[in-house]
């Protein structure tokens, strides 16, 4: 069974940079897409980021691109998000999920239930505030 943990939120001032780390554990293959989502008060789930391996595929929203930059430790089962030129929008609490479907559906897969991936973390607390 898949667990995934994520690690390094906190508060930030705007303009600063946080790292969002995931670890997983049991069953996690290669071919396996793992990334980010993320949840703002009041707001619909937003898929962030997403990689995977075998392939070299990736995918960052509109929102974070040019800022966020997602890589992944094989070795580790570890997923880093770098988060660069924060801004208060991007308060939010984020989520590691990582299941089958490729990254090319990761946009798609915030709307849809959680049960479409295979394990989701806890969720960890970013704010973004001065």
């Known amino acids: 069974q898949l667990q995934l943990v994520e690690s390094g939120g906190g508060l930030v001032q705007p303009g600063g940079s946080l790292r969002l780390s995931c670890a997983a554990s049991g069953f996690f293959p290669d071919y396996y897409a793992i990334g980010w989502f993320r949840q703002a008060p009041g707001k619909e789930r937003e898929g962030v980021s997403c990689?995977?391996?075998?392939?070299?595929?990736?995918y960052n929203a509109d929102s974070v691109k040019g800022r966020f930059t997602i890589s992944r430790d094989n070795a580790k089962k570890t997923v880093f998000l770098q988060m660069n030129s924060l801004k208060p929008e991007d308060t939010a609490v984020y989520y590691c999920?990582?299941?089958?479907?490729?990254?090319?559906?990761?946009?798609?897969?915030?709307?849809?239930?959680?049960?479409?991936?295979?394990?989701w973390g806890q969720g960890i607390l970013v704010t973004v505030s001065s």
């Open positions: 990689v995977k391996s075998n392939d070299n595929t990736t």
């Open positions: 999920a990582a299941g089958a479907p490729p990254c090319s559906l990761w946009g798609a897969l915030a709307s849809m239930g959680s049960e479409t991936l295979d394990a």
